[in-house]
């Protein structure tokens, strides 16, 4: 089955930076797109940035500018590069994958990983 793991999280100061990393198995992580969310405690998930199997990159307006999404396909990671750290970054991020499939597609989440930002 497919497991993500998340490693990276931390304590930073505000305009730190911090690089939160993803490894996948038990998929072909290649043909999969990658995503993280974050989450705040009484608020929604929410999209922070994408990566598609073809290595296109999508980011939420909050985080342009700051953080870089990649991905290495010959060792089933998945990167955030946090730079420019703000407060209202704060929260539990979590990676995200989903796996083509007939019909459509698996969708799997990490277990997540906290950020906190100190101002």
């Known amino acids: 089955h497919v497991q993500l793991l998340e490693s990276g999280g931390g304590l930073v100061q505000a305009g730190g930076s911090l690089r939160l990393s993803c490894a996948a198995s038990?998929?072909?992580?290649?043909?999969?797109?990658m995503a993280w969310y974050r989450q705040v405690p009484g608020a929604q998930r929410e999209l922070v940035a994408s990566i598609s199997r073809d290595g296109y990159a999508n980011y939420a307006d909050s985080v342009k500018g700051r953080f870089t999404i990649s991905r290495d396909n010959a060792k089933d990671l998945v990167f955030l590069q946090m730079n420019s750290l703000k407060f209202e970054d704060t929260a539990v991020y979590y990676c995200f994958a989903a796996e083509p499939a007939p019909g459509g597609a698996l969708e799997f989440w990490g277990q997540g990983t906290q950020v906190t930002v100190s101002s």
């Open positions: 038990g998929t072909i992580f290649d043909r999969n797109d």
